[in-house]
Every structure is written in C-alpha cells, then in structure tokens.
DNA sequence: TGGAATACCTACCAATCTACTAGGGATTAT
DNA sequence: ATAATCCCTAGTAGATTGGTAGGTATTCCA
C-alpha cells in the first residue's frame, strides 16, 4: 500500500507556500528548487492545487504562487483530494459514490473494513492543517479549533 | 487514493474461508466462483497468503485452503501485509524502516502527517478480524478482547 | 494401478499508471 | 521589447495491475 508521490510533493509544495506566506508570490522554480524536485513535474502537480483554488497565481515578471487561505485554514484532506480526487479505496467504499451499488455484501462483507478504514483516513486528513506540519507545533496534536489562527512563524 | 484489487480479492477469499471455517478444505476454484473472481488471480493471490502462514493447503482429491487460525485471530492488518508488503506510505514513515534515513524534515514536515496516517491505518488494520467481518456482528465495534472466540455461524 | 482432482509454479500479456521531459503559448513587470 | 513567469499539451520509459496459459507435483479413490 503506497501513496503516489503527487501527494507527497503536493503537499510539500503547499508547506513551502506556508513557511514562506505573507511574503508575496514564489515562482514555481523556487518551490521545485527548495523542496528538491523536478520543475516541470511540479507545475503539473501545482496545476490542480490551483483548480481547486487552494493557490493563487500570479503571471508575469514578478510573478509566482501563494497560499489562497491562511495555513491554519488548508487541510492536508483538501490538498489530497484534489490532487488524487475523491478517496476510494474500493469501488463499494468511495467518498462519495451512493453505497447502493454494492451487491454480495449480505453475510460476511470486506466492504465493512474499507467504511472502517476510509473514515480512520478521513479523519487524520481533515483534521491536519498546514500550520499543524509547518511550525515546530507539538506533534500529536493536530486542529485543535481553539487554535486557529496560528500561522508559520517565520 | 486507491487500494489494489489484491487486497480486496485477498479479503474476501480469507473471508470465504472464514464463513466456512470448521467445514473441511475448500477448493480454489469454489473460493473463486463464491465470489466472483478469476481463479487464475486468485491463485496468485493465496499464494502469499499461504506462505504467510494465513491458510493451510491440501494437495489431492479432496484439497483445499482452510484457515490457519481461527477466524478471531486472524487481523487484515495480517492479510494486508502479507498481500502488499509492510505499508509505506511513502519512503520515510515506512512501517519498518528506521527513521533515521530522512533529511529535510527540519523545519515545515510532511513526515508527521504519514506517521499519524499510518498509524491511523495501522489501527484499523491490526484491531480488525475476521471474524469481525464476518458474522452479523453489530458494525462500529471491531476486535473486542471479551468476545475471543466467536466463529461463522454457520 | 491409473485417473482425476487438486495445489503449485513460471512465463507471458495488454492496459494503465507513474514520474517525468520537451516544447510551445499567454501574460505581465520593467 | 524583453525577460520572467504561468499555462497547456503531448510524448515516454519503466513499473504495476489484473489477468491468461500451460505445465508439474501430489493425493484420493475406484
């Protein structure tokens, strides 16, 4: 069981738009040169971030990409998501999909375990924030909703 | 996010032999038309399963699979493994892999976000049975300590 | 003793996915 | 105007997925 890596440099790209928020725009090059990946690979894992309007883009000379909301505000769910869209296991447990299209799971079901499993997943990536990766925040202790507003320190 | 049909197909055969369990070997190719899969795969499947030390099999007339243990102490944590390999989500919060091999995680970290997944995952997994699976037991209480010993019952 | 039924093994395959690279077009500060 | 940037599409080598095919080994049973 292996997660692609365009979650992994997705979210890395997004933690780097966090560590440096408040300083204006960061061209795509910086972010690929600070996190160690590949240029080209990154614009199109950036793309979808975009689409799904968690970054803003800026053209031109002095352009780049910032985070559309405050760190403590993205979750790592909605950075997933749209870069792997919706999180289905297995065909029967989608996110999203209606479970009445599932047959064969009178007596003994697998279905049951993948529900189990998505929702443990679910719950860990909506309830972890950028903020709660970026600064040296206590591990352990993820969107704690009294807390909101904590942004990177830097 | 996906998860492979190796999985799925594993499960449910583990599951077949579960609802069964008590009753004698049960041959590949039953396993395969209770559920609707290809025998072909599915033998690549019970392989690993097998070597895992999950199933018995019998060779000759009369052969089959039956479980090595009862359906109670077996976990999908167990199945899992045994079909996909430890879980690695990604290279540096491998199930296994000490975690010394991991640079650039100083400051903003993406790490911490796979760990607590993992072990999110790895909770589900390890705490679930088959034999929570498999009867009609009530849904939402999974590996209870106090029902040890509870089988298909049929 | 000789099928027949079973497990077991290896190789092959088409389709898809992954992690890129390449090359060009659109937009904007200077 | 020019350079820097975002934006888009297409190609691609290698791996993975989800199988199929065909043979070998073992065991029950008539």
């Known amino acids: 069981m292996k997660l692609s890596s365009r979650s992994e440099y ?47 883009a800026t053209r031109g000379v002095k352009g780049g990409y910032v985070l559309a909301s405050a760190p403590s505000s993205v979750t790592a769910g909605q950075i997933i998501r749209a870069l792997e869209g919706p999180l289905d296991l297995i065909e029967c447990a989608s996110e999203d999909s ?11 079901g697998s279905r049951r375990l993948w529900i189990k499993l998505r929702d443990s997943i679910l719950d860990v990536l909506d309830s972890t924030t950028l903020a709660d990766l970026c600064p040296a925040a206590p591990i352990g202790e993820t969107a704690k909703p009294s807390r909101v507003g904590a942004l990177a320190s830097e």
Chains 1, 2 share one sequence.
């Open 10 to 56: 997705g979210l890395r790209a997004m933690l780097e738009l966090a560590r440096t928020y408040g300083s204006g725009p960061m061209a795509l090059a910086d972010i690929a040169r600070a996190q160690g990946m590949s240029e080209g690979y990154l614009e199109q894992i950036i793309a979808p971030l975009r689409r799904a309007g968690l970054v803003l």
């Open 98 to 108: 209606a479970e009445a299209s599932c047959r064969r799971e009178l007596g003994c």
